[in-house]
């Protein structure tokens, strides 16, 4: 499976932002899909996810309620619709894939595929 993420960039505070993430290599509709990031000096930690069978869809505590999660299996996309962007929202994000059948997979390790990132920039 790979993975080619865009859309990343620089915006304001309080602006939006939708970042993509292009799968090939595997029927889209097989695969458990994820959003993490990482900030510079800390770990990846996870953003978003969404399960292969039903579009269940779990949040961090600290992007619930302003980012989305959306895949649209036709298009092989999964996409993190970002609101009411912070300043310490700045990552590079990352989107992730799995063969699981599992409602959310909150941890990096239980991912086996991953692509290569995009910089998203919140300035105050």
């Known amino acids: 499976v790979q993975l080619q993420a865009s859309g990343g960039g620089l915006v304001q505070a309080g602006g939006s932002l939708r970042v993509s993430c292009a799968a090939s290599g595997r029927t889209f509709s097989s695969l458990h899909m994820g959003w993490f990031r990482q900030a510079p000096g800390k770990g990846r930690e996870f953003v978003a996810d969404?399960?292969?069978?039903?579009?269940?869809?779990y949040y961090a505590d600290s992007v619930k309620g302003r980012f989305t999660i959306s895949r649209d299996n036709a298009k092989s996309t999964v996409y993190l619709q970002m609101n009411s962007l912070k300043p310490e929202d700045t990552a590079v994000y990352y989107c992730?894939?799995?063969?699981?059948?599992?409602?959310?997979?909150?941890?990096?390790?239980?991912?086996?595929?991953w692509g290569k990132g995009t910089q998203v920039t919140v300035s105050s």
């Open positions: 992730a894939a799995t063969i699981s059948s599992r409602n959310t997979i909150p941890s990096s390790s239980g991912y086996d595929y």
């Open positions: 969404m399960s292969r069978s039903y579009g269940a869809t």
